[in-house]
């Protein structure tokens, strides 16, 4: 496939009006596109309808030829829906995984199928690659709830104390930091900083639950993610009384009361093995919707009840938007250089303990 056209370049010069989505061309649903990615769509037929799939497969097609053309790859979060987690994805992941698929990645640009700090966690560790996001509007309101300047003011209030950042932040934030965290690592990153008190931010509910794996006292801050602080522990009793067998696995961005009436709590990569391995009969993944999805799409034999909470950040991450990235190489993610090395210091030192 060719890489822009006429009418692409016209656009890309600024020289016409017209949206992208108006001269992405209609690609169509051949007899042969349908035959050449069949083995796509058994990975995700038990949870994408054939009427999708004559929409997604031109769209998957030409997403990978252009992977192929830009020498790209594609770092899929598990909360992607299913067409882009199985069948553009190159690698699957929590943020723990990816930031680390980041590091070891031979390709030349890198698509982050997730959420803007996503992206700029892999610029911090790949600052010579192309890192593209598909949507600039893909943001987290945990990113959202606290700035440079806040970490720089806790300092001053609690000096000497270490501080433990949740990926969930600007780069801006990782610089004013000791070391980052993700939910799959924050018990073991708060007890390697050898002290009595940390500041762990900004996931008041991530602080929380670490509070209750840990001696060392946990500081918060208030922020909440908009997606998990919606579940109650009223509705997942209704659940379970309903089916008392229903099993319930949850994310630690949850309340602690929803966290307490959990089954198993981890991050999204430990909850998704915990499905697979234990593969009960009914669960409950207390997280964002499309995560069931996946999962279900490799486990047919498992009933997922869903409360459906969307992340609406990580859903402006569709294929038309991954296609156009590549397409356009658009939005590419940089980093100041004055903060990027100090906040590529605090992922690294992450990721080292993790290695
Ligand atoms: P994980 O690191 O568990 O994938 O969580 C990322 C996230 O954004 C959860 O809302
Ligand atoms: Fe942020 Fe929550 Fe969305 Fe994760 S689910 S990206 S924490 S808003």
Redesign the pocket.
């Known amino acids: 496939m060719a890489v822009g056209n006429a009418t692409t370049d016209a656009v890309r010069a600024g020289k016409t009006p017209m949206s992208i989505a108006q001269v992405r061309p209609r690609l169509p649903f051949t007899p042969e596109v349908a035959r050449e990615l069949q083995p796509l769509y058994d990975r995700v037929k038990h949870v994408v309808t054939p009427m999708e799939w004559a929409h997604y497969a031109p769209l998957i097609k030409a997403i990978n030829l252009l992977k192929k053309e830009r020498n790209a790859v594609v770092l899929a979060h598990n909360?992607m829906t299913p067409e882009v987690f199985h069948c553009v994805g190159d690698f699957q992941g929590d943020s723990l995984q990816l930031a680390k698929e980041a590091t070891r990645t031979k390709a030349r640009v890198i698509v982050q199928a997730g959420?803007h700090f996503m992206a700029e966690t892999s610029k911090l560790l790949n600052p010579d690659k192309t890192v593209l996001i598909p949507d600039l509007r893909a943001g987290?309101?945990?990113?959202a709830s606290i700035t440079g300047a806040d970490v720089r003011a806790l300092r001053e209030a609690y000096p000497g104390v270490p501080v433990v950042t949740y990926v969930?932040t600007s780069a801006d934030v990782k610089a004013e930091s000791d070391i980052c965290c993700t939910s799959s690592n924050a018990v073991k990153v708060v007890e390697s900083m050898g002290t009595k008190r940390v500041l762990l931010i900004p996931d008041e509910y991530l602080s929380k639950y670490v509070q209750t794996k840990t001696k060392v006292e946990i500081i918060a801050w208030k922020g909440h993610?908009?997606?998990?602080e919606r579940f109650t522990a009223e509705e997942l009793e209704n659940y379970r009384r309903a089916d008392p067998g229903t099993r319930i696995i949850a994310h630690p961005?949850c309340p602690p009361d929803v966290i307490k009436m959990a089954d198993f709590t981890g991050s999204t990569a430990a909850m998704i093995d915990w499905v697979k391995t234990r593969r009960p009969r009914k669960v409950i993944l207390v997280t964002?919707c499309s995560m069931s999805s996946n999962v279900a799409a490799e486990a047919p034999d498992v009933e997922f009840v869903r409360p459906c909470n969307l992340?609406p950040?990580?859903k402006r991450i569709s294929l038309e938007a991954i296609h156009d990235s590549l397409l356009y190489m658009q939005h590419e993610v940089t980093v100041d250089p004055s903060v990027a090395e100090r906040a590529r210091r605090a992922v690294e030192r992450m990721v080292n303990l993790t290695a």
Request: glycine content about 0%.
């Open positions: 909360y959420v987290c309101s945990l990113a969930n993610c908009e997606v998990h961005e964002e992340c950040h990580m």
